[in-house]
């Protein structure tokens, strides 16, 4: 019955016993959707009895009546994507073949260590609060492309990341722009940066604590291979917004195309207009270290 499955998607499942490995050659692609295993084996002879298994999705939205740590031996696996949300258990990732690798939640499992992933292209890694001490950030240094939603303070960085050509950092964690540095300090090869702000009001979003400090050294990649770089959701009125972008753009030797993206001033805002110009118009005026570099503003 199992031996031609392809696909298998299993939803609200409670205390699914595996007792030995299934044989489920043929199967490709498993969904888990909120499925609760009897104990930690079973979830182990689920995934074994898949050995062409190329594409996993895990999504742990409630607590477990078991603490599970989900064990991930898939030699064959390319896609792996983990959203949980529990309170405690953790992952062990070994996927020799894994090209893709997202990760979201996790903010109160007890691990998350990727044992094995060297063919890794992209990557996209979401709050991970409580693991910071993994370094989850060393291993993922064979990406190409990373996007980024943490706090410099949750992911010490030792590793470089040579084939890293593409990043992407979401601007909402405390102190996000020490993240950027360490980033741009460890990706000699980064061509494309991409910041994501809220698309929010300032007022509301708030002032988030901290000093952007320029680096002692400009790093390489700036100096020789950055072409890209686009901020969506800038805030205009953040000082620290303000100097990084002063940074990248007086500092980016390669730089070929800049885009900034601001929230729209609303009829009841009319009063910030003349401001907001006025904060555009001087970051348009910073003097650029290319000469063909095109600046753009987009509402």
Known sequence: MFSTLETLILKYLALVDV??????????????????????????????????????????????????NFIIVAPSLKRLVIIDYREAGGYVINAPTLKYLKIKGLS??????????????????????????????????????????????????DSIF?????????????????????????????QVLKLIGKNLDFKKVGMVGGKWNEPKNVPECLLSQLKMFVWTSYHWESEVEKEVATYILKNARQLKNVSFSTRPIHSKENNKLEEKCKMLKELDGVVRASSSCHLVFIE
């Open 19 to 68: 007792p030995s490995p299934v044989c489920m050659k043929s199967l490709r692609t498993l969904h888990l959707d909120c499925v609760n295993f009897k104990h930690n084996e079973s979830f182990s002879n689920l995934i074994s009895g898949c050995p062409n298994l190329e594409d996993l999705f895990m999504y742990q939205y409630y607590p477990l009546d078991v603490v599970m």
């Open 162 to 190: 040579y084939q890293l050509v593409h990043l992407e950092i979401y601007t909402r964690k405390a102190e996000w722009w020490n993240l950027l540095k360490l980033m741009l300090d460890s990706s000699p090869k980064l």
């Open 108 to 157: 109160h499992c007890g691990f998350c260590l990727i044992e094995n992933a060297p063919v890794l292209v992209e990557a996209k890694i979401r709050n991970l609060f409580y693991i910071y001490k993994e370094k989850i950030l060393g291993s993922l240094k064979s990406a190409k492309r990373l996007s980024l939603d943490l706090s410099p303070l949750e992911c010490p960085i």
